[in-house]
């Protein structure tokens, strides 16, 4: 993330000061003896000849009041935690993680798919499908592939899933059923995105079919994905938050 600096030049006057005396003349009676002009304040930061030292604006020192009350509220708040409390508010975030991966779990096992829900992360699926895109898959053994369906799939060698449309089914006279796959927004068909020497897909290699999806909501996803700092300040201001919440 970056960061903006601003600058400002700080234009000060002189420390000289005209200061009025009497005048005399010779021969002339003395003038009445007259008390001195009281000296101009000292500017802040020096004295004499020293240039004052430049202040911040305004908003710099909004910006500054503002920082430091968040950084003394959350101070406070840690200091008002005994040991008690800080041990529960931990027990509370490992609940929340746990129930999360037991959610995870459930999901698993009523779709029958080890991913049942992935975010789509290009444009070959247009316009079906965008990028950030949230599907949700189910893959039952039960259930035939078709010829149009949309299926999330691996490929030997590739970490990440493919979603694409079935385009052609092989069936081979013991009852194997074999697929070729093609993205809606792709010339030619998958078999290039395939290992060496691989022309058809088979069913151990789905991971599951589309049944529904909502768009752009992954693009929050996405975006953690691109920026490995961004994901960690997340998970981190999360986990922060749980333990410092009290209620």
């Not at 008002?80 to 490992?94: D, E, I, P």
């Not at 990028?131 to 035939?144: A, C, M, S, V, Y």
């Amino acid at each position: 993330m970056g960061s903006f600096v601003g600058c400002g030049v700080a234009v000060s006057l002189g420390d000289t000061f005209p200061v009025p005396s009497a005048e005399s003349g010779v021969g002339a009676p003395p003038a009445p003896r007259a008390d001195p002009p009281p000296e101009p304040p000292t500017p802040r930061g020096g004295s004499g000849s020293d240039a004052p030292e430049a202040e911040a604006g305004p908003a710099g020192r909004e910006e500054a009041a503002a920082a430091a009350m968040l950084s003394l509220d959350f101070l406070d708040d840690v200091r008002r935690m005994n040991k008690r409390q800080l041990y529960y508010q931990v027990l509370n975030f490992g609940m929340i993680v746990s129930s999360a991966l037991m959610i995870w779990k459930g999901l698993m096992v009523v779709t029958g798919s080890e991913s049942p829900i992935v975010v789509v992360l290009s444009g070959s699926m247009e316009p079906a499908f965008h990028r950030g895109d949230l599907l949700f898959l189910t893959n039952r053994i039960e259930d035939p592939i078709r010829v149009g369906e949309i299926v999330v799939f691996r490929i030997e060698g590739r970490e990440i899933p493919i979603v694409h449309r079935v385009l052609k089914i092989h069936e081979k006279q013991n009852g194997d059923i074999k697929f070729l796959t093609k993205g809606d927004n792709n010339a030619v068909d998958d078999r290039g995105l395939y290992k060496r020497g691989q022309h058809w897909l088979e069913k151990k290699d789905v991971v599951g079919r589309a049944r529904g999806f909502v768009p752009y909501i992954g693009i929050v996803t996405i975006l953690m994905n691109d920026y490995p700092k961004f994901k960690y300040a997340v998970l981190f201001l999360l986990g922060l938050f749980v333990l410092v919440h009290r209620e």
